[in-house]
């Protein structure tokens, strides 16, 4: 791809506008049309576990799908409610609405806002990397407690019971169970008779809008039958059209109380979004302005703000559906966005009777998909260390709630890492008898020299690491009376800092003091220039630096040593373990 | 060294006393006299600075050594007060004793008490690895910040001004500012002519204990010229003899009061007394243990907190003397406890007319050589962003205070770590124009095939580094219309974890849909271990990995590849770069 201008970065339709025909835009319209019946029932079912009115769903599927189709570079992503932003929306806005109604659609606008600026400020410094700091076991123990938040607060809606839920998984599993004996049982009906129709009708025809048929079904049922006399809440009236754009205004301590929720948002969206259009994109060989991508979700959760919706971020399962429909290009967005305009202008009359258990049963089976136990064992069983960081992670946001779970679980994957490298994989070689490879004298039947020994590190060598990368040396040293030189093998030494180099001088004159010299090999471009910045050492001068362990031996023990080939004329040998 | 039984190795006299002879104490006692005529001074002198009486200092210096040298593994360690220790003692115990004198005392106790029991803990698990997170930028602008903390703490001794200074340098500063008029002379003068006895004594005569001498010349003068009638502060009174044991009792607040600074304690003297030991032991080829140390070291502490003391540690220029005055085992501690044993019980008398400025001169001039520029100059030089970190803990340290200068320089050095391996270096390499080896595009002029590219990356492939790593390779492919393989050469990949894992099999998963085959070559055990236990995988299979670069080219590209020998009999391409 050719190197592009900076409008073109800001502006991508310059881009694929250029290319447009007519058998794009037969594929946009295609995928855009399917993707839209698609989002209008998954929109109210998000809003209303939002904690909101089903309609701002709609209203936040609308203009930040087209602000998101002008600014956004992936063609597949599809942007809208998702279910783990509405449940950190619930967990943010509701302490703070106090049970207030229109406070609480106030704030939810205001959140969004604040969504959008951070997403668009991290855009315009390159800060999209900070979503590489969330690993996948935290995102696995993550979006696994969460769904199991999400479907434990669906359960009251589901079971047409009224409590107040917890932020945590004990607190609404316990409020729940004091409202047991008042379930409404015509309410469960709708709530299993829903989940039947969803996975039936995906069992039967995988293509069938499920979702639709369900909101369908049961508005015509609700209606026909005034389920609402039984006790079964409905959506009720709702307003035609769209709302006029506005700026919402909450008060400074608000927005302070809104601000850690916003940040968790505004970094999980953007991970679940990108990550789902890197893979789309990959399969097509396109290629993504992660930064733009940033930007181009900020503004549309801006614009959700200033139209009464509340967070939005590109979901996966629906941009996976697009790709399926074969979406090219954003545009595709903005037909499923003409979507949901007609059915807020046009048939908001209809959702009167639409049980609320209908939304609630969409939840419950999309959620469901969320809980990676496959992908938990596979994690755990890759790297023990990261299925411990799977379980706090987990174990965190359904006993503490989805941000200070999801902030353990950052802190734990970074501990876990640091403690890691802090220990890095130290290997002496040896050759292998009658061999002319290298190899882990303690994986391998090998020959040695007592007068040099080679030491292969595989890691940084940095503060945390310096220490234990010297003690191996001293210990060496102290162990073999006999020895006269290390050779620090550095192939596997990608980053050295000034803790290391100094350790590494301070290690080198010790061992000159006792004798013994320090030679290093295979120095790794990044490591070089920082020896070469620190400038001429005394104990490691340029001449006991080699290009290979075997130049390193052969000038330190002569071509003879046990250490390199039996007979000059077989080949040198490599090292690999 | 031969293994060691469980017992030799929580006993250590057990092995050094077998082979003990003449010359061996010989040594030991020369050594011990040194130290012990420059511990007595010097032990009041950080009394003193940690608000502490100094005879408590001299307690702090008897039975703590003597426990030392029965478990302590370094035969060079000079145990006793030292001056950051004695810094943070005054930073933690002023706080809570409100002025009461005693109950400084007690809380000075009960805080060696603490720091002791945290070390023998850390010590029974392994915990010594800890005080590798001290990187050397840190322990810089640590020491060079609490050095100038400690300096300004001691200049209203040396004027003979009387005024409460804050936790950091500006609240102390602003203080001395304000007492400034009531200087007092004759004690300035002291300060002065002993700041300059200490150091015309080192220059003149470097091996006489210049403490000593001004302690007693000082004495003299004082007791002669009857100063404290000139408005000269003296120690005054001190009860001759050791202290009864005793258990020190505080409440449960004033606990949890001590807790941070007792761990902040704890951490930096071990990380103090076993670098220099350390260094010690390997210039005489000798082992230690570190978690012994940390064990004999946490002991100490808890006997100085029962006799009366206050927190001890490895001293850095005392060790330094010990060593080159031929100490050999840790008997050599012992004898330096008799000379100050000898002291309390017989020379405590003649403190009464000892200028407490004197004692202020000892700690002033000791402290000089702690503010470490030439270090600092060069960890910048060397590392800039470590300079950065060095540059926060430093100034961390003197507007905020020992605790929170050091927190933040922790937190802020483990960023700048995990920000350089969360952006490896990549290098995509070719090979030299004419010659064998395989070197960076970026650098050298070299050959490169359409068909195929070999990238190199040296770093861990973790959670975040993985997704920086994956995007490499998908811009390669989207740039690269004839791209048929990427072959990673993972020689410097130290770590791969399981998000690096998914990310790897997601982008050769990717790169197959568009039909680019990955590859890997040279793969490193770690590494190679978390690939076996994943098991097969569907895009990277066995038979794609391959023991090196040139092998992954030959067996996709066959041998005629511009990446490979131009010629057969050439020798085979190394990468170097």
Redesign the interface.
């Known amino acids: ?1 050719a190197r592009q201008g900076r409008l073109v970065r800001y502006l991508p339709p310059l881009a694929w506008g250029r290319a447009y025909d007519r058998v794009t835009l037969r594929h946009d319209v295609v995928s855009g049309l399917t993707v839209g019946v698609m989002i209008v029932p998954q929109s109210m079912a998000y809003a209303a576990l939002a904690g909101l009115p089903p309609v701002v769903g709609l209203y936040a599927a609308t203009v930040p799908l087209l602000v998101y189709a002008l600014l956004g570079t992936s063609g597949q992503l599809a942007v809208g409610p998702v279910a783990i932003s509405a449940l950190l929306t619930a967990s943010t806005v509701a302490p703070l609405a106090d049970g207030d109604a229109a406070r609480y659609i106030t704030l939810a606008a205001v959140l969004a806002l604040l969504v959008g600026g951070i997403q668009v400020a991290l855009g315009l410094v390159r800060g999209g ?1 900070l ?8 995102i696995v123990g993550f979006t696994s407690g969460a769904a199991l938040l999400i479907g434990a607060s669906q359960l009251d809606t589901a079971l047409g019971v009224d409590v107040e839920g917890g932020q945590a998984l004990p607190g609404t599993l316990a409020a729940l169970a004091g409202a047991l004996a008042g379930v409404n049982w015509p309410t469960f009906a709708v709530t299993a008779a829903g989940v039947a129709i969803l996975v039936g009708v995906r069992r039967v025809a995988r293509w069938v809008p499920s979702a639709l048929v369900l909101v369908v079904v049961a508005t015509a049922v609700s209606g026909v039958f005034g389920l609402d006399q039984l006790g079964v809440d409905t959506v009720g009236d709702v307003p035609a059209g769209l709302p006029s754009p506005s700026l919402p205004v909450v008060s400074g301590a608000d927005l302070l109380g809104l601000l850690p929720g916003a940040v968790a948002i505004a970094i999980i969206s953007y991970a679940e979004g990108i990550s789902v259009a ?2 789309l994109a ?2 097509s ?3 993504l302005d ?1 930064d733009q991508e940033l930007r181009a979700i900020g503004a549309a959760n801006v614009s959700a703000g200033v139209f009464g919706g509340f967070p939005v971020a590109g979901g996966f399962s629906r941009s996976a559906v697009a790709a399926e429909a074969g979406a090219r290009t954003p545009l595709s967005g903005a037909v499923a966005a003409g979507v949901v305009v007609l059915a807020v202008t046009a048939l908001t009359p209809l959702l009167v009777d639409l049980p609320s258990a209908a939304l609630a049963a969409i939840v419950l089976v999309a959620v469901v998909g969320l809980v990676d136990a496959k992908g938990a064992r ?2 755990a ?3 023990p260390p ?1 299925g411990v960081v799977l379980a706090i992670t987990f174990a965190g946001t359904l006993l503490l709630g989805v941000e200070l779970g999801l902030a353990g679980g950052v802190g734990a ?2 501990v876990a ?2 403690w ?6 130290i ?1 002496e070689l040896g050759r292998v008898e009658g061999a002319t490879v290298l190899r ?1 004298v303690r ?1 391998w039947p090998v020959r040695l020299d007592p007068r040099v020994a080679l030491l292969r590190v ?3 060598l ?7 990368i010297a ?1 191996a040396i ?2 060496l ?3 073999r009376p006999a020895l006269e030189a290390v050779v620090l093998d550095a ?5 050295l ?3 290391g ?3 590494l001088e ?2 080198a004159g ?2 000159a ?2 004798g013994v010299a320090l030679h290093l090999a ?1 120095v ?3 490591v070089r220039d ?1 020896l070469a ?2 400038g001429p050492s005394g104990h490691l001068p340029e001449e006991r630096r080699h ?2 362990s075997e130049d390193a031996i052969a000038a330190v023990a002569g071509p003879d040593s046990p250490l390199l080939r039996p007979h000059p004329d077989e080949p040198a040998p ?1 090292h ?2």
């Open positions: 791809m990397v979503v590489n700091f969330l690993s996948h076991a935290v890197k893979a990959a399969r060989r396109q290629r992660p596979g994690i069983r890759t790297s990261e994957s970074i890492f640091l890691r490298s802090a220990d890095p994989h290997a882990n994986r595989d890691g940084a940095y503060f945390a690491s310096a220490m234990r003690d001293r210990g040293v102290a162990d192939s596997a030494i990608s980053q800092d000034a803790s180099a100094q350790e301070h290690v010790e061992l003091e006792a295979t790794r471009g990044p920082v910045r620190i290009a290979t490599e690999i373990q």
